[in-house]
């Protein structure tokens, strides 16, 4: 069974290629061929379709502006249990040289399914692979849950961009009006970055977009970041919306 990687644009950018190849050698798997690709919107959502636009317009803003910014390449493998070698490949790298969501360098498939949908999108670009490239489709899909469909985004999005291009720093907490006590936001897998950022604008009074998304980032590649600095009753407010909005992993500390 043929599986593939793809070397995604940051991992190109840092000359990477000759570290993934090196890992894909050590499973024991062969390289069928090599293909470079420019991901255009279409292509991003088709591959990542549990993200829609109507309620995922910050996830998938990023993920144009990482994915779009450059040529990414196609590895095509063939060997003895190629899916799961994949996986285990894709795992490595990322240990060793990831650094958030949007510079994660690789992708592999991580369901038959999905291995399925999306080969025969990248597949499909290289003759060699399998024939003329097929026109983006969009199957039914089970969506992370939504948040806010944010107005204007793309100055936000772009000022946020170049800083997590630049190494983003550690944000710091919205100054709720007191002090004594911390709102902390833990990672909660059951979200996505819209639904997050959606609670976290809900739940600190006057915080602006690119501050909320900026500290749902953090809480989610640290494990857990206090979000909002306040008397305790005002970190209790906070709590009470963070939880209103579905988040569960989320708690206040006296400060």
């Avoid at 502006?65 to 285990?88: K, M």
């Avoid at 005002?234 to 009470?240: A, F, G, K, M």
């Amino acid at each position: 069974m043929e599986a593939f990687l793809l070397l995604k644009p940051d991992c190109l950018r840092a000359g990477l290629s000759a570290h993934v190849e090196r890992e894909i050698e050590a499973e024991g798997l062969e390289i069928r061929c090599r293909h470079r690709i420019a991901l255009t919107p279409a292509d991003i959502r088709y591959l990542w379709n549990e993200y829609s636009d109507e309620g995922h317009s910050l996830m998938l803003g990023l993920l144009d502006r990482y994915l779009g910014g450059g040529p990414s390449q196609v590895v095509t493998l063939a060997g003895a249990d190629a899916y799961e070698a994949a996986r285990r490949v894709k795992r490595a790298i990322r240990w060793r040289f990831a650094d958030g969501p949007f510079a994660n360098v690789v992708h592999a498939a991580e369901s038959p399914g999905e291995l399925l949908r999306q080969g025969k999108l990248l597949l499909g670009w290289c003759e060699r692979c399998s024939g003329a490239r097929p026109a983006s489709t969009f199957p039914d899909k089970e969506l992370r849950p939504t948040g806010m469909l944010f107005e204007n985004t793309d100055p936000v999005l772009d000022a946020l961009w170049a800083r997590l291009r630049a190494g983003l720093p550690r944000p710091e907490p919205v100054q709720l009006g007191g002090a004594g006590s911390v709102v902390v936001l833990g990672v909660d897998t059951a979200h996505s970055l819209d639904s997050t950022v959606t609670a976290v604008y809900r739940a600190l009074p006057g915080v602006d977009l690119g501050a909320a998304i900026e500290l749902a980032l953090h809480a989610n590649r640290v494990g857990r970041y206090p979000i909002g600095i306040g008397t305790p009753e005002e970190t209790v407010r906070s709590l009470e919306l963070l939880r209103a909005n579905g988040i569960a992993n989320c708690w206040t500390e006296n400060c």
